[in-house]
């Protein structure tokens, strides 16, 4: 059963996009022809494709086929480009969605951009997500490529290990004299205001099991922020697991301490990516590969360092 690329690529845009409006204009046709040819995919398929909701999702049955479009679109743009020709500078760059987490992408993974080759020409499509749940944009086919936490291969895609990311539990010195005076033990913690950057954000709580095997719920701060989440360590807000990249200069400063000095999480970064032959995400991995092995540590110590 043949496939139109037109359909397909209305698909793949509404999903990009998030509305039939939007993909109608990077297309440059009407909301109604975006409609009519996603409802004969639909047909062709027997599947419903796209929720439409706002903004519009892949449904399951969508999903499976969101990857195929972005690789088809990825390795139909880098044929064009290899074939070169009077009117290639007029092609667009090649996009490519990323899932990083945000500790990453505030410290080492922006030289990732500096390594990168001029060519091929890259739109890259950033996607922040905790290196916890990263994984599954992959198995959604929504992104290209991923720094997660978890080892394990996913279907179609290769994984290498990057290094180990190393969080301290920090705050203010006078927090620390307030909350901890008499040092670290479970009943301080479980009192003791505590910052997280989201829902997802599991560090505190496993530091605390390092601790303790009680199911300690302290007052939690919700701080979606990087440079925020540190800064309010700092004023002392609350405290809360932040990568050695950005505490150990606050802790020479005297702006954070340690709350347990000795004691760290080291969290294991992996490189997830498509196993496909392309140019693009070949460079991506390279740059990738050699940031990581400069800027994270390469390998995990004991938790009592």
Request: hydrophobic share 50%; with cysteine; proline share 6%.
């Given at each position: 059963?043949k496939?139109?690329?037109?359909?397909?690529a209305?698909?793949?845009?509404?999903?990009?996009?998030?509305?039939?409006?939007?993909?109608?204009?990077?297309?440059?046709?009407?909301p109604?022809a975006?409609?009519?040819?996603?409802?004969?995919?639909?047909?062709?398929?027997?599947?419903?494709?796209?929720?439409?909701?706002?903004?519009?999702?892949a449904?399951?049955?969508?999903?499976?086929?969101?990857?195929?479009t972005?690789?088809?679109?990825?390795l139909e743009?880098?044929?064009?480009?290899?074939?070169?020709?009077?009117?290639?500078?007029?092609?667009?760059?090649?996009?490519?969605?990323?899932?990083?987490?945000?500790?990453s992408?505030?410290?080492?993974?922006?030289?990732?951009?500096?390594?990168?080759p001029?060519?091929?020409?890259?739109?890259?499509?950033?996607?922040?997500?905790?290196?916890?749940?990263s994984?599954?944009?992959?198995?959604?086919?929504t992104?290209?490529?991923?720094?997660?936490?978890?080892?394990a291969?996913?279907?179609?895609?290769t994984?290498?290990?990057?290094?180990?990311?190393r969080y301290?539990?920090?705050s203010?010195?006078?927090?620390?004299?307030?909350?901890?005076?008499?040092?670290?033990?479970a009943?301080?913690?479980?009192?003791?205001?505590?910052?997280?950057?989201?829902?997802?954000?599991a560090?505190?709580?496993?530091?605390?099991?390092?601790?303790?095997?009680?199911?300690?719920?302290?007052?939690?701060?919700?701080?979606?922020?990087?440079?925020?989440?540190?800064?309010?360590?700092?004023r002392?807000?609350?405290?809360?697991?932040?990568?050695?990249?950005?505490a150990?200069?606050?802790?020479?400063?005297?702006?954070?301490v340690?709350?347990?000095?000795?004691r760290h999480?080291?969290?294991?970064?992996?490189?997830?990516?498509?196993?496909?032959g392309?140019?693009?995400?070949?460079?991506?991995?390279?740059?990738?590969?050699t940031?990581?092995?400069?800027?994270?540590r390469?390998?995990?110590?004991?938790?009592?360092?």
């Amino acid at each position: 059963m043949k496939i139109d690329n037109a359909q397909l690529a209305a698909f793949a845009m509404v999903v990009r996009e998030g509305s039939f409006e939007a993909a109608a204009r990077k297309l440059h046709v009407t909301p109604s022809a975006v409609s009519q040819r996603i409802k004969l995919l639909e047909e062709r398929l027997g599947q419903v494709l796209i929720r439409r909701a706002t903004p519009c999702q892949a449904t399951d049955a969508g999903k499976t086929l969101v990857r195929y479009t972005e690789e088809l679109a990825l390795l139909e743009a880098e044929m064009l480009g290899t074939l070169g020709g009077a009117d290639t500078t007029l092609q667009a760059p090649l996009r490519m969605p990323i899932a990083v987490n945000a500790d990453s992408l505030e410290s080492w993974f922006l030289a990732v951009f500096d390594a990168m080759p001029a060519e091929p020409a890259i739109s890259v499509d950033l996607r922040v997500e905790d290196q916890d749940h990263s994984a599954a944009l992959l198995r959604e086919g929504t992104v290209m490529a991923a720094v997660s936490a978890s080892p394990a291969a996913i279907q179609g895609c290769t994984v290498e290990p990057l290094g180990v990311m190393r969080y301290l539990a920090v705050s203010s010195p006078a927090y620390v004299a307030c909350h901890f005076p008499a040092g670290m033990d479970a009943a301080a913690l479980g009192s003791a205001p505590m910052l997280r950057f989201n829902l997802k954000d599991a560090l505190q709580q496993q530091f605390i099991a390092l601790f303790t095997t009680d199911a300690l719920q302290p007052p939690t701060h919700m701080v979606p922020s990087v440079h925020g989440f540190i800064a309010l360590a700092q004023r002392g807000l609350g405290w809360g697991m932040v990568p050695e990249h950005f505490a150990l200069p606050a802790i020479a400063a005297g702006d954070l301490v340690e709350i347990a000095p000795g004691r760290h999480l080291d969290v294991p970064l992996h490189w997830h990516r498509w196993r496909l032959g392309s140019q693009a995400l070949h460079a991506l991995t390279s740059a990738v590969r050699t940031v990581a092995r400069h800027a994270l540590r390469q390998h995990a110590r004991g938790i009592t360092g």
